[in-house]
């Protein structure tokens, strides 16, 4: 258990590995069977609210950016159904956009890879989200949805790991 540990650590470092594949070791393998199971690694880090499925005062999912090098808010992922507590913490702090978002008039995806719009309510990209995320990224977005932790009412947006950054927690 120790070693596969360390290789879901040191191993998902490299690029393109995302997690470990395994089977029990009293499993035999069976050709053409979904018998084995991916463990992907999860990090924490952190992203800008820039919109919301669902309404403000019941936010459903997130869509999250990051600031690219121009300063721009770069969508980079959306989080994964919120839980039953979160809508009601964000109602409080979520704000509609004002004009002028830089997401105005931009078309959101379901889903990484995906052609269908995604209806959605900018917010103020004033909040920044602490995530979990798994190390699949694609043009500085995760492919796979991520998950709200919390909000992180001590970082500002400024200190968001920049738009292509890896998963690197803030601190805190």
Request: charged share 25%; proline share 9%; glycine share 10%.
């Amino acid at each position: 258990m120790a070693t596969a540990r360390e290789w879901l650590t040191s191993w998902t470092r490299v690029p393109g590995v995302e997690g470990l594949v395994i089977r029990g070791t009293q499993q035999r393998y069976l050709p053409g069977a979904r018998a084995l199971y991916k463990v992907r690694r999860r990090d924490t880090t952190e992203a800008v609210i820039g919109a919301v499925t669902g309404t403000v005062r019941q936010p459903q999912t997130l869509v999250l950016g990051r600031l690219d090098a121009a300063g721009t808010l770069r969508s980079v992922g959306r989080s994964t159904p919120l839980q039953p507590e979160a809508p009601r913490e964000l109602a409080d702090q979520l704000t509609p956009a004002r004009p002028g978002h830089p997401w105005g008039g931009v078309r959101l995806m379901t889903s990484w890879g995906s052609r269908t719009p995604l209806d959605v309510v900018l917010v103020e990209p004033a909040l920044v989200a602490e995530i979990m995320v798994d190390t699949a990224l694609e043009r500085g977005a995760w492919r796979h949805p991520v998950r709200f932790a919390r909000l992180r009412l001590d970082v500002e947006i400024a200190d968001v790991p920049p738009f292509g950054a890896d998963a690197e927690p803030v601190g805190g």
